[in-house]
């Protein structure tokens, strides 16, 4: 079973969707019991940086993302959350990556935030290559700088990590559940791992 967890997330009901496409099963809970016991999690994330973290403190879901063992899922903010700390608003997150998240600054046409389809390059093996250099959706105004933990790299006003994997943690930038058959293949790489 998936947990996907519940919390002041924008973009729960579109991952959920996704599973569903998919057909796979799938609880959305924020019972720390229920994640602990899932077989992988996704932890998805539209929104702000500090309140989303005071959310998981006061609900102690920091202690329990923090200690999972078996293959955890950040999307967007969620994959900015697993990192150390986030520009924005001066906020500690959860210290998996061991990163500073950061403030796009605007460049000529690019504007902040970033919104709409870029490619990514794979850095290493665990999203199916036939990704590789395709095209997904994206929503943010923060980054995590290429670093030894990055999988795919996109460029937008600069290099960028569009994922990432550490341990048993991986991590998104992008949304796969908005990237159509191409978001389907990602999560599926995620799926397949044990």
Known sequence: MIAVIKYNAGNIRSVAFALERLSIEFTVTDHPEEIQKADKVIFPGVGEASSTMKYLQDNKLDRVIKELKQPVLGICLGMQLLCSFSEENNTTCLGIFDQHVKLFKP????????????????????????????????????????????????????????????????????????????????????????
């Not at 995590?144 to 290099?159: D, G, H, K």
């Open 107 to 194: 460049v000529k046409k690019e504007k902040v935030p970033h919104m709409g389809w870029n490619s990514l390059t794979l850095t290493n093996g665990w999203i199916d290559i036939d990704v590789n250099e395709q095209y997904v959706y994206f929503v943010h105004s923060y980054y995590v700088p290429v670093n030894t933990n990055t999988s795919a790299i996109t460029e937008y006003i600069l290099p960028f990590s569009s994922a990432m994997k550490k341990d048993n943690f991986y991590a998104v930038q992008f949304h796969p559940e908005k990237s159509s058959t191409i978001g389907e293949k990602v999560l599926q790489s995620f799926l397949n791992k044990s």
